[in-house]
């Protein structure tokens, strides 16, 4: 779809602005890969009351 009113070099920025914000939300979605597997390899998931996870959620949510 051309727009004459848009030069080659403005929508190249304009590319390069949505990868840049994709791959800003790509490291956040693999920091918070890694905080929720150490959250549950620290849990036992078994019948006790205490959460690890839940305990490490409350914590980065505080921070």
Do not use: F, W, Y
């Amino acid at each position: 779809m051309q727009n004459p009113s848009r030069t080659s070099r403005e929508v190249k920025a304009i590319t390069q602005h949505h990868l840049d914000d994709i791959e800003q939300k790509i490291n956040e979605l693999q920091q918070m890969q890694e905080t929720l597997k150490q959250l549950a390899d620290n849990c036992s998931g078994d019948e006790s009351a205490d959460c690890p996870i839940l305990d490490g959620l409350c914590q980065s949510s505080e921070q």
